[in-house]
């Protein structure tokens, strides 16, 4: 079993960037596709980008599309979220999320649904001031 702690929120003002990190442990980092989240007051818990087993396949909400980045290191068992030009409505909770995927079909699968993950981190503040 997979645990998970993101780090890097933080408060930022409008336009400025932030890296968000997740760190992996308990499991074998390379078989778990990746993915980020993001939760604001009030709101449902949203999708924001997803990285597959092998690093390749990407996708993101069409919210971010253009300003962030996901990748991960498997050496380091590290998933990144690479945030540029922040926006107010960039505010949230945003956590990380593991699916084991151990099919060879599914090495370039990603996965965009919070259902489809079997494992969450606690969160990590992100705070844009505008």
């Known amino acids: 079993q997979v645990q998970l702690v993101e780090s890097g929120g933080g408060l930022v003002q409008a336009g400025g960037s932030l890296r968000l990190s997740c760190a992996a442990s308990?499991?074998?980092?390379?078989?778990?596709?990746m993915g980020w989240f993001r939760q604001a007051p009030g709101k449902e818990r949203e999708f924001v980008a997803a990285?597959?087993?092998?690093?390749?396949?990407?996708n993101y909400a069409d919210s971010v599309k253009g300003r962030f980045t996901i990748s991960r290191d498997n050496a380091k068992n590290l998933v990144y979220l690479q945030m540029n030009s922040l926006k107010a409505e960039d505010t949230a909770l945003y956590y990380c999320?593991?699916?084991?995927?151990?099919?060879?079909?599914?090495?370039?699968?990603?996965?965009?649904?919070?259902?489809?993950?079997?494992?969450w981190g606690l969160g990590t503040q992100v705070t844009v001031s505008s």
């Open positions: 308990g499991g074998t980092f390379g078989l778990y596709a």
């Open positions: 990285i597959s087993r092998s690093g390749t396949n990407t």
């Open positions: 999320a593991a699916r084991l995927t151990i099919s060879a079909s599914s090495y370039t699968s990603y996965y965009t649904g919070p259902s489809e993950y079997n494992y």
